[in-house]
């Protein structure tokens, strides 16, 4: 029986290996070239993005890798052909093709090699593959079935590859239909309306830096960070620009307000990005437009930061010095700029890793040392009253070992749920690390947006995060239009700045409730979360793991109908530490939690309260609905008044965003997650009998009906303004 299977498959094999050579033999000289000519392709495309940019630099690049792939696979082949008698050119190539189409599809992707990655990877190989083998037969003129269908198959699917991968992508409809769960139609602000477009000043703009329109001197760097030249990155830096650490010049782009004085003033810096690209021209769009509504904004050139490591510190300190020489202008007579910034009024914003050193310049600000080192002085304390942090990262730099923790600060935040640089929502460990100690008037307040990007806050940076070849597996179809990304930007920024550097409070309301003014913004989901220098906590979860004390003394706490009941360190999306804990609950038909009190006076307040929706197999179901539920209080008399959560704040469900066009073709996405701040005034609790004694509050009660699973963070008062 054995001999008759071993006959059988001996006369399959030979088969097969003989239709294998009637159709595809002699086509390893084209399968060896064709994973050499891609292979260059892809290399030379990541190395012409970093780079060189432009067509020319693809181009050398590409010639180059070309030239060392093919020396490395002839000698590989020699040395095969030395020991084993055979070159295996064949399966050589196939792996090299597998490994850079794979190395690729991983990069393009955001993810490790999963199983979606191998198989996609398998499948583009095996296309490609098959379309040599066969075209290169067909060329040969061996007309058989097998490589005519094989090349059309193969030539079918290629074109399919192609338009998959050559095409912006796919649109995702989950925004609309989280927008359709909000019953009310959009409200506006008439207060706003004015702040929709440009402002009535007619706008210039002066260069300052080296052999620019205002002369700027230069700073050193070299206590602070380093261009490591013995790695390629250091080399290539040295190399493109004209000078080292110790003299990098003081550079910049001012848009101001003709006619205007004492001005309002932000400063901007954009993070980290090819050289080759002059980021610091690319907020022209918030310069220009701020200007207008009569702000001074400096656009500062950080280039010499960027493609480096460990550099945050020398940021910091290059914004600085930058601010130092943008106030010497201001008091230099005949100069553009004299009189025309108000010194006492200065906000500093940053972008990408620009968006973390903002915080770390903050800090430096209000010191007299370096941190790293004593014997380096300080001298800045400029009057810098708010900071804004866009898409940031945090704790690349660590002063002494700590995260940057500020106190008295407004802070403002914004970041895109589609980022596909800083992935996860970073900014919020800095959010958490910025306290108040309840005198002066404070707002910190965070926007995480459906829709937006990494790179369209920049104008030059765009719509793909990624460069060179992996940007192709991106899916930027379903993000917002940069003008309206950049126009959610200028509102914001706008706002915050009229706030806390002007104190004009008329639109207020947008940093705290967007809803409020969802019909003058671009159409998409807002998550908002803010806290006020006002808020008194009575739970924020971060004194002690027992889970019936909270933060507020004599205040005992109950969960009743849940089946997870936790205190917890909060990550984002299971990677970045979030710099605080929460209360996590899980229930079925009905959960509630049930707060205590000794006798609490709510007169004049609002009760607030962070909330997130964790719920990601309902979305999976497609069990779309707000996350609701009801707040009641008591008083000592025993008299309730409740009020429902959904009419005072939209919590949306967990976002599914697809920044890839593989979570399109897999069905896959990630769950994004943000709190939403809910605050509700102590006199909107609508009665159930007798009116409530809000000085005498003894209890507070959140009940969650159906079944769900919820983060709820920092309940407390704040004063009703």
Known sequence: MNNVLTRRFGAASRALGQWFSRSFSGTEPALCQMTLFIGAVLVGLELNATYWPGLPGGILFALGTLVVMELALFLARWALRKTLGHSLGWLMSLFLLYYVIARNVRRGAGEGWTWRVYFFSALVVAALWLLTASGWSLIRRRFTPTTVLSFLAAAGATALLGVFLFTDGFDDHYVQHYLDLMEEPPATLEALEPSLGSGPYAVKTVDYGPDEELEAGTVSLTRYMSRDTDEFSGMYVDSYLDYDLSRVPLRGRVWYPAGGEDCPVLFIAHGNHEITTESYLGYAYLGEYLASHGYVVVSVDQNACNMLSGENDGRAVLLLENIGLLLGYNEEEGNPLEGMLDADNIAIAGHSRGGEMVATAYLFNGYDNYPENGNVDFDYHYNIRSIIAIAPTVDQYKPADHSVELEDVNYLLLHGACDRDVTNFQGMAQYEHITYTGEGDYLKTALYIAGANHGQFNSLWGAYDQ??????????????????????????????????????????????????????????????????????????????????????????????????????????????????????????????????????????????????????????????????????????????????????????????????????????????KAFATVSIPAEEFVPAGEAVDLSQVTEIKLTFDSSGEAAVDNIGLEAVR
């Open 467 to 672: 460069r060179g070849p992996f940007s192709s597996l991106l899916n930027v179809e379903s993000l917002l239009s940069e003008e309206d990304q950049q126009e959610i930007a200028k509102i914001f920024i706008k706002v915050f700045l009229d706030v806390t550097l002007r104190g004009d409070d008329s639109c207020r309301s947008l940093l705290t409730d967007w809803d409020s003014c969802a019909g003058q913004l671009p159409p998409t989901v807002y998550v908002q979360c803010y806290e006020t220098s006002s808020f008194v906590p009575i739970a924020d979860f971060e004194e002690d793991s027992d889970l019936t004390t909270v933060t507020m003394p004599d205040v005992v706490a109950e969960a009743t109908g849940v089946s997870l009941w936790t205190e917890e360190q909060i990550n984002i999306d299971g990677e970045t530490d979030q710099g605080t804990h929460a209360l996590r609950l899980r229930w079925g038909s009905q959960g509630t939690y049930t707060l205590t009190l000794p006798g609490l006076d709510m007169t004049g307040s609002a009760l607030v309260f962070d909330l997130c929706d964790l719920n990601s197999g309902a979305v999976e179901r497609g069990d779309l609905k707000l996350l609701d539920g009801t707040v009641t209080i008591t008083d000592t008399a025993g008299n309730t008044a409740s009020a429902h959560i959904s009419d005072f704040a939209a919590v949306f469900p967990i976002l599914p965003v697809r920044t890839d066009k593989l979570d399109f073709l897999f069905d896959t996405c990630t769950y994004k």
